[in-house]
């Protein structure tokens, strides 16, 4: 149709539409965009940074209590800064024109892979070649995939698979289950590969077992991981490399509207998890730390006191990225000791929890550093200016006990 409010519905635009989010939910290449520039904004943000990070490492490092707190327990590596330990150069794949085998990976060539799919799922199958990358999409003398349903000598054509998508030796193939698949059928096929300068193809069996259909997540079913190298078993993975404090990003008033959801004048401090997270060393967390650069009290007092500007506004940042921190330090110790209290307190909770009692739910750390920051911005410079300006001589007031007051 050629307005959009007409748009023809269907099967087939069902089956275009499912094609196309498979694909691109399974590319790799897209995958691997995707992290590149997720890695050059992250690369960004920590060059931007690196002065905040000096100076909140100088001021932990020059007090025992702040070091002891963070620098032991709170330092985090910079998910795109790595180094291989122990691997020498990887070695460049350097394909064939025309290849002299195509294989199921870690699979005898000819031998039937099996595997067992959900009944709302597609099956992942993975290969290993020596091919180029280009050998089925190049204009002169490109390979043919073709993937057959087997009913004993009977051969029929399938065109529900995407793939293979081609990658330093390995390939990648989704195939889509027919629709009157059921559960507990096993389902035979062949996958045949035919190069224009092979007399015989490549073929390699596979069947599936139609297994009960699993509940997806929101965003539809996980991505599948790329295809490892043979030599790939864990040691030589890459190691984090180099310290670096929490991703702390300024956002100012035109700003406000894109985050979610909106800040307004009082926000503070908002702290998300990282989509590099689990990459830090220790697999630690990895905090985005959003700070309000035009909350109210801020501009306040930047109106009244005699301070530099500058000065108001790195006392700002700084205090509420230390609050943040110690905010997330002490729910790990409260995580830790529920924990060992639970393990020991199981049979008692058990009892409390028939009779109906229950337990508090904890709230999310993210919400709690947002809402104690949120209180706390009102007072942060003016007790910042007002600790650092008391003196030793100045008069103590004792009260009738006899303690100072």
């Known amino acids: 149709m050629n ?13 275009i539409e499912t094609s196309l989010e498979d694909f691109l939910r399974s590319c790799e290449r897209l995958r691997e965009l995707k992290d590149r520039r997720q890695q050059e904004a992250t690369t960004e943000i920590l060059d931007d940074a690196r002065p905040l990070e000096k100076i909140l490492e100088s001021v932990m490092k020059q007090n025992p209590t702040l070091s002891a707190l963070f620098l032991k327990g709170m330092r985090i590596s910079n998910p ?51 091919a180029v990358d280009d050998y089925f999409t190049r204009a002169v003398n490109p390979g ?21 998508e081609l990658r330093d030796g390995f390939a990648s193939v ?27 193809p490549f073929e390699n069996p596979f069947s599936i077992t139609v297994a009960a259909p ?55 401090l ?19 730390f959003f700070v309000n650069m035009d909350n109210l009290y801020l501009l306040n007092e930047e109106k009244v006191s005699k301070d530099d500007v500058r000065i108001l506004r790195a006392r700002f940042q700084y205090g509420l990225v230390l609050l943040g921190l110690a905010l997330i330090h002490q729910d790990k110790q ?24 229950g337990e508090e739910k904890p709230q999310r750390i993210e919400r709690r550093v947002e809402e104690v920051t949120k209180a706390l911005a009102a007072v942060l410079l003016p007790t910042i200016s007002s600790l650092g300006s008391l003196e030793i001589e100045m008069p103590i007031v004792i009260d009738d006990s006899g303690e100072a007051a």
């Not at 307005?3 to 023809?8: H, Q, W």
């Not at 043919?144 to 293979?164: C, K, Q």
Request: with cysteine.
């Open 270 to 288: 908002r702290i998300v998890i990282s989509e590099a997270s689990g990459n830090g060393s220790a697999g630690q967390d990895v905090y985005d």
């Open 334 to 357: 409260n995580r830790t000791d529920r924990e060992d209290h639970e393990a020991k307190e199981e049979d008692t909770r058990g009892e409390e929890s028939e009779g109906g009692r």
């Open 144 to 164: 043919a995939f073709t993937v057959h349903r087997t009913s004993g000598a009977l051969r029929a054509p399938v065109e529900t698979f995407s793939g293979p």
């Open 214 to 268: 699993v509940k997806q997540a929101s965003g539809g079913p996980p991505s599948p991981q790329p295809p490892k190298g043979p030599d790939d078993k864990g040691k030589d993975e890459p190691t984090a490399a180099g310290i670096a404090m929490p991703n702390i990003i300024p956002i100012h008033r035109d700003k406000w509207g894109a985050q979610e959801p909106p800040f307004d004048k009082y926000t503070a």
């Open 80 to 130: 795109h800064d790595t180094t291989n330990t122990k691997a020498g150069p990887k070695d460049v794949f350097k394909g064939k024109q025309h290849p002299t085998f195509f294989q199921f990976k870690d699979r005898e060539y000819g031998k039937e892979l099996r595997r067992s799919t959900p009944q709302n799922h597609r099956c992942g199958l993975a290969f290993k070649t020596d």
């Open 3 to 15: 307005s959009r409010d007409r748009l023809s519905g269907g099967d087939l635009r069902v089956e």
């Open 174 to 200: 989704r195939v889509k289950l027919p629709p009157n698949a059921q559960v507990a059928d096993e389902l035979r096929y062949v996958a045949v590969v035919q190069d224009p300068m092979r007399d015989e």
